[in-house]
């Protein structure tokens, strides 16, 4: 799946109640990331977890068929592999973004190291 196509479909299952002039301001205008959405808190706080709550969210999500990009090197979606099944694996990154399959769940380590990380499951 292209950036583009992942960028789309992310904003399509994780953020499709969040009024689309929220969406325009904060996360699709220049400067901005999907994950604000969490920073600045579009969503209930309930809805997501942050910081070590997400990391442990992480490890014990089930990674079948899940797939990640790395938003500022990759054009395209990779698949998890065993190397990246912790949330520790992760850290190193500059800006990762996991989701399940189906887009179920979604984890985000930011490039910014007071956001995040993030978790959130689609329900």
Same mark, same amino acid.
């Given at each position: ?16 109640? #969040?009024?689309? =002039?929220?969406?325009?301001? !904060?996360? $699709? ?7 604000? @959405?969490?920073?600045? +808190? ?7 977890? #942050?910081?070590? =709550?997400?990391?442990?969210? !992480?490890? $014990? ?7 990640? @990009?790395?938003?500022? +090197? ?50």
């Amino acid at each position: 799946m292209t950036k583009e196509e992942f960028y789309n479909k992310w904003i399509e299952a994780f953020a499709s109640n #969040i009024p689309k =002039k929220d969406i325009q301001k !904060y996360v $699709k205008s220049t400067g901005n990331y999907i994950w604000h @959405i969490f920073s600045w +808190e579009l969503l209930n706080e309930n809805q997501y977890l #942050i910081g070590e =709550k997400a990391k442990e969210a !992480y490890d $014990k999500i089930d990674k079948k068929g899940a797939f990640y @990009i790395e938003w500022f +090197e990759d054009k395209h979606t990779k698949d998890v592999i065993c190397d990246l099944n912790t949330a520790n694996a992760l850290d190193d990154f500059v800006e990762i973004y996991v989701v399940g399959r189906d887009f179920k769940w979604t984890y985000i380590k930011t490039h910014e190291g007071m956001c995040g990380p993030y978790f959130m499951i689609n329900k």
